[in-house]
């Protein structure tokens, strides 16, 4: 770690030259044999063969059949729909591809005078390997899909994380970390705007790896990584967004299936219903998990300096902790199609999680002048406790119209999520030499969080290539917390409340935002997306410690723009600015004391403000021949009052009627600005049909300049690198491997640690893949992983090394049930000379 000067680097950036260079090479690369403008025009819509539902951002080519040559082409939007304009007469062949299904190629497109709008309706893609029988239909997807606007990760495809959780699957991921308690970052950025099934929940707010680490991974279908959101998605969220899909089937007739994990560490299941009959649709599911009781070995040394005393303070500590959690999830839909323009779903679902965490530490603290004498010594212990749970019940419900203007659509929807939360903790201290406790307390934190949501949003087709999109929200946040503190009475030996020490937080906020952005070819070959988004913030907070705070509203423009061009080859690139947002929730402003350990306490921070975020992309796509597939991504990113957790040191800290000595205290804080450059590269590689190989490398050059510590600036340079090998011994039999390795994280006190993991699994397919058992390991030659932290202040210093129990053995059964009905194939070759409806 280097001292930055304060200039700081990011104002030496020549952006404007980058970006001017980057829009010089896309329109310098467009083809050169560019297509040859006449009258002609194709349309249609693609979509799963199996489920019916649309494939969105397939890459379609037009080939001349005369010469063979790629003439034209487009990729379908997001309701899988796409339309090329500007063809000349002539017979053509179209071929349209997309990753994790076989090429579909349609011959004998007759573009003629009589004959100028061919409309092919449904195209049907099927998946590369596909069985189907009376009862079971089975689709090989491929495990990572690169879309133009996002990452899609289908969890179904990773064997060796079925009998894990969310955590374990995103570490998979390109451009997500996670470390070993579950924390995630995206492209190095730990804010991120978490949605379930596209929409939002509060019990994200109370704390995200918590939650991520009590969801488990059977449950999920897929994960959708959105790094440069556009203007229709909310701006909360400087890192971007992950999308967690859960399971539900979409096709006709009643099926489900039953997973059930069993391991060391981890025990998880869960169970799926899905009913589809013509025009009305309903899932449920319900899943639990549990992490067994494991213990961490921790110990820590904190260095202390007192200029004014000019003595310094050592502070060992050395103990373990037994931790445990358990979570359960369930939930159920419905999707009715009362016309065939007239939508309505809805959804209920309930979600509970809670942990707890009691362990023994023995301190020692020594007193030293500046001769290195001992002027004092003691020592004692402290057993401590700790417990926190939290459930939310979030309900919605959505209209969609559809209208005789192909691709006019209204949806309105209101949504609603409502949770509790509840933390306890309490600390009791004893010299070593005796078990009477000389001091104690404890602490309750109830708190409520509510969130309603009303939306509109409108889509309006404008001639060939353009559409339009515009709508509005209105968001109501309230966030209720009460702190009931009791102090340990030596005299009669009781435990008292302390009214000085307990306090209530009444927090609520009102955004409204409108948003507009448009769809449309520029120059007929670039793909160009703008948008913005306004939102206003009118936020209300009562602190009972201080009154009414008085905070101002505050309204915040969301620019974004995407510009992206399709060329031969399944080649694709696209250069993306977006501008966002992070305004503090429930554990950033929570102002509970956790004094579970009085010489390090933590507490949330009600003056914080939020975060504000600019991001420029460059990604570059290409899928090669015989499924190679390379992503690069080149990314910088800034944040204007960064929120991180930060640590002080106090000789003495008081709390109203109690004051602690000797004391750290970490809370959440606006830092200051930090700025990363960073690059991300995935590959996919099928070596053969039974062997695939998967790494991302992820790196970027952190720059932080410090406003809470003015001068003492500071940058590093963070990498992560994992791969992933899987091998298909037979049709129902297969292996794989992953390993993963994230650098020390630099932030503003100092190094978080490094993480490394590494998992095997196989699994073996039966009843004409119905039924599948798989068997997983994770870290099996180790049983910790050690985490060491070093943390910084301008009087102190921390080391930090835990313990972390990892290696963990799982088996996972899964049962798919039902029957399912579809629509025969329509077969590849079409003769469209003359398409149905064309006289």
Partial sequence: MRSLPATGFYRLLPTGTIIAALLFMLFYSADANAQTEGPGSISGRIIDSLSGQPVDYASISLVSQESGKVVNGTTSDDKGIFKIPGIAYGSYKMQIYFIGYGTTTQNNIVISKSNEEVKLGDIRLSGKQTQLKEVTVTVEKSIIENRIDKLVYNVDQDMSSQSGVAADVLKKVPQVSVDADGNVELQGNASIRFLINGKPSIIFGNNIAEVLQSIPANQIQSIEV???????????????????????????????????????????????????????????????????????????????????????????????????????????????????????????????????????????SIIRDASETVLSEQDDRIRTSSNSSSQSLDWELAYKRSFE??????????????????????????????????????GKNPGTESETVVSVDYVEPLGEDAVLELGGKATLNEIISHSDAYVLNNYPGDYVYSTPGSSSLNYKSYVYAAYVSATFKLFGWLDVKPGFRYEYTEPHAYFSNAGNVNVKPYGTYVPSGVISHTFEKHQTLKLSYTHRIERPEYRDLNPFINASDPKNLSTGNTALRPEIGDKIELGYNRTFEKGVNLNVTLFFRGNKDDIQSYTRYYSSYAVQDTVYSNVSVSTRENIGRENNFGLNIFASIPFSKKINFRTNISCFQRYIINGALPGKNVQGFNYRINANASYQVTETFSLELFGNFNSPRVNAQGTMPSFSTYNFALRKQFFHKKASLAITATNPFSKYVEQKTQLTGPDFTIYNVRELPYRSFGINFTWKFGKLEFRAEEPEDMNLANPPGSN
């Fill in 226 to 364: 959105i790094t440069s959101p556009g203007a229709k998605y909310d701006a909360e969220g400087t890192g971007g967004i992950i999308n967690i899909i859960l399971k539900k089937s979409t096709a006709e007739g009643f099926n489900g299936n039953i997973s059930l994990s069993a391991g060391s560490r981890l025990e998880n299941g869960s169970i799926n219903l899905n009913a589809h009959h013509k025009h009305l649709g309903v899932n449920a599911f319900i899943s639990g998990n549990a992490q067994l009781p494991s213990i961490t070995l921790n110990s820590s040394q904190r260095i202390t300096q007192d200029d004014s005393l000019v003595q310094n303070t050592e502070l060992l500590q050395d103990g373990s902790s037994k931790f445990s959690r358990k979570g359960i999830e369930s939930g159920i839909g419905f999707d009715w199609e009362i016309t065939g323009k007239d939508n309505v779903s809805g959804s209920l679902s309930f979600d509970y999680f809670d942990n707890t965490n009691a362990g023994v530490n023995e301190r020692r």
């Fill in 405 to 442: 203007k192909e691709d006019r659509e209204l949806e309105i929807a209101a949504e609603s999520s409502n949770g509790k939360n509840y933390s306890y903790y309490e600390q009791a201290q004893s010299l070593e030499s005796t078990d009477s406790v000389i001091s104690g307390s404890y």
